[in-house]
């Protein structure tokens, strides 16, 4: 009925009830107008209250929601609604703003604004007991958690279980630690979550040791549940780290690959070009153009070409450079000397006996000798059809080489300008 209404009823039972206390006074009976008179009173107090709701009204709504927000939520939110705001002071607004703000967390409703659950903490931080005070700070949590402010929420989440440790009501410590769990698994710190599911567990068997409930015992066993679940999923957060990791450092291995692969192919178009400015070098000494002269003389010469012993050790050095000449005759036979270095290196140029036997100060016949004394006994290659000359031009090219003297560029370069 409304208020209104309820007026109506009682000013016109007032009216007769005035009406009856004329009669008894008419007919001068005292009891009957005492007991007229205390009805009247009664009926203008009805009256007045029910003409002026906001008292009253307001904190037995307030109540009774409160009272059933954990057991029929949505009866709470209909009393709730029919609540007029207007009609309340700052400390039932405070609990207003709070219930309504615990009637969303507890329907899984996301929080949009934070403005009621503002106005509750700034009343009961100011007002309120520790359950107040700490219920205020878990809400207005709840709520910026929901808004993505985490620095906020987790400050107010841990101000919240310290004034609720406070308070010694087992089963709400454990209700706001499970809510700051998920607020740690939300944003992946899972080691902040295992710790707040001990918490939230450890209140619980506080909780069973002060009432030995049932019902405590189950949720006991569900928080374990909970402690091993986080368990697990702190374990797959680490797995799949190491997973991340190792796909991380398969596509550097990859990348890697690549760029090594690219310097492999700079380094053979690099290698390329060296050999062949080696060669150019090697076809543009002078050394080697008098060994070629020596080769294409004939076999009686009138005039013998000279040949230093620096004339020697360029010749080597060269075909050491181009061809690894002296290190491989030297690993297959270490016994070679300087002489039959020599000799070798000539025939690499295909220079016949004849033409250099002069220059190693013997006679044809015992360079010959001595020639096939390196093929059989240093390189022991007797059974080898191929003579020596052709042995040693079939020793591969050396590749890239270690070493170039600084003078081979000068006089080429100043060849080339000559040119």
Same mark, same amino acid.
């Given at each position: 009925?409304?208020?209104f209404?309820?007026?109506?009823i009682?000013?016109? +039972?007032s009216?007769?009830f005035?009406y009856?206390q004329i009669?008894?006074?008419?007919?001068?009976d005292?009891?009957?107008?005492?007991?007229?008179l205390?009805?009247?009173l009664?009926?203008?107090?009805?009256?007045?209250a029910?003409?002026?709701?906001?008292g009253t009204?307001?904190?037995?709504?307030?109540?009774k929601?409160?009272?059933l927000?954990g057991?029929d939520?949505?009866?709470?939110?209909?009393?709730?609604?029919?609540?007029?705001i207007?009609?309340m002071?700052?400390?039932?607004?405070?609990?207003?703003n709070?219930?309504c703000?615990q009637?969303?967390e507890d329907?899984?409703?996301?929080?949009?604004?934070?403005?009621q659950?503002?106005q509750?903490v700034?009343?009961?931080d100011?007002h309120?007991n520790?359950?107040q005070?700490?219920k205020a700070?878990?809400?207005?949590?709840?709520?910026e958690?929901?808004l993505?402010?985490?620095?906020?929420a987790e400050?107010?989440?841990?101000e919240?279980?310290?004034?609720a440790?406070?308070?010694e009501?087992?089963?709400?410590?454990?209700?706001?630690?499970?809510?700051c769990?998920?607020?740690?698994q939300?944003?992946?710190?899972?080691?902040?979550?295992?710790?707040?599911e001990?918490?939230?567990?450890a209140?619980?068997?506080?909780?069973?040791?002060?009432?030995?409930?049932t019902?405590?015992?189950?949720s006991?066993a569900?928080?374990?549940?909970?402690v091993?679940?986080?368990?697990?999923?702190l374990l797959?957060?680490?797995?799949?780290?190491?997973y991340?990791?190792?796909t991380?450092?398969?596509d550097?291995?990859?990348?890697?690959?690549?760029e090594?692969?690219?310097?492999?192919?700079q380094c053979?178009?690099l290698e390329?070009?060296?050999?062949s400015?080696q060669?150019?070098?090697?076809?543009?000494?002078?050394?080697v153009?008098?060994v070629r002269q020596?080769?294409?003389?004939s076999?009686?010469p009138?005039?013998?070409?000279?040949?230093s012993e620096?004339?020697?050790?360029?010749?080597l050095?060269?075909?050491?450079? +181009?061809?690894?000449?002296v290190?491989k005759?030297?690993?297959?036979?270490?016994?070679?000397t300087?002489e039959d270095l020599?000799?070798c290196a000539?025939?690499?140029?295909?220079v016949?006996?004849?033409?250099f036997?002069?220059?190693?100060k013997?006679?044809v016949?015992?360079?010959?000798?001595r020639?096939?004394?390196i093929?059989t006994?240093?390189?022991m290659l007797?059974?080898?059809?191929?003579?020596l000359?052709?042995? +040693?031009k079939?020793?591969?090219?050396a590749?890239?080489?270690?070493y170039?003297?600084p003078?081979?560029?000068?006089?080429?370069?100043?060849?080339?300008?000559?040119?």
């Amino acid at each position: 009925m409304t208020p209104f209404f309820v007026w109506f009823i009682e000013v016109y +039972v007032s009216y007769y009830f005035l009406y009856l206390q004329i009669q008894s006074f008419v007919y001068k009976d005292k009891s009957r107008v005492m007991n007229n008179l205390r009805i009247l009173l009664y009926v203008v107090v009805l009256s007045l209250a029910a003409c002026h709701p906001g008292g009253t009204n307001v904190k037995q709504g307030l109540d009774k929601a409160a009272q059933l927000m954990g057991q029929d939520p949505d009866t709470a939110s209909i009393i709730l609604e029919n609540i007029q705001i207007n009609q309340m002071n700052e400390a039932q607004l405070a609990e207003y703003n709070l219930l309504c703000t615990q009637l969303n967390e507890d329907k899984n409703i996301a929080h949009t604004s934070d403005k009621q659950i503002r106005q509750a903490v700034s009343y009961f931080d100011q007002h309120g007991n520790e359950l107040q005070k700490s219920k205020a700070y878990f809400y207005l949590a709840c709520v910026e958690s929901d808004l993505d402010q985490k620095k906020e929420a987790e400050t107010h989440f841990k101000e919240a279980i310290k004034l609720a440790a406070l308070t010694e009501k087992y089963d709400y410590v454990a209700k706001v630690c499970r809510r700051c769990s998920l607020y740690y698994q939300k944003y992946g710190h899972f080691d902040e979550a295992l710790e707040m599911e001990r918490k939230a567990y450890a209140s619980q068997l506080m909780l069973n040791d002060q009432t030995g409930d049932t019902k405590i015992i189950l949720s006991s066993a569900l928080g374990v549940f909970g402690v091993m679940s986080l368990l697990l999923g702190l374990l797959w957060k680490k797995n799949k780290f190491v997973y991340s990791q190792l796909t991380t450092f398969k596509d550097e291995m990859l990348r890697k690959e690549a760029e090594s692969d690219k310097l492999m192919l700079q380094c053979n178009y690099l290698e390329e070009k060296y050999q062949s400015l080696q060669q150019h070098i090697y076809e543009s000494s002078p050394v080697v153009s008098k060994v070629r002269q020596i080769k294409e003389r004939s076999v009686s010469p009138s005039k013998v070409v000279s040949f230093s012993e620096k004339d020697w050790s360029e010749l080597l050095r060269l075909q050491e450079g +181009v061809y690894g000449l002296v290190s491989k005759l030297k690993e297959i036979s270490p016994k070679l000397t300087e002489e039959d270095l020599r000799v070798c290196a000539f025939l690499r140029e295909g220079v016949q006996p004849t033409c250099f036997a002069d220059l190693m100060k013997l006679t044809v016949e015992t360079l010959t000798r001595r020639i096939s004394r390196i093929k059989t006994e240093k390189l022991m290659l007797a059974n080898s059809k191929e003579s020596l000359e052709d042995i +040693v031009k079939s020793l591969k090219e050396a590749g890239i080489v270690n070493y170039i003297m600084p003078y081979d560029f000068d006089w080429l370069l100043d060849k080339e300008c000559s040119d």
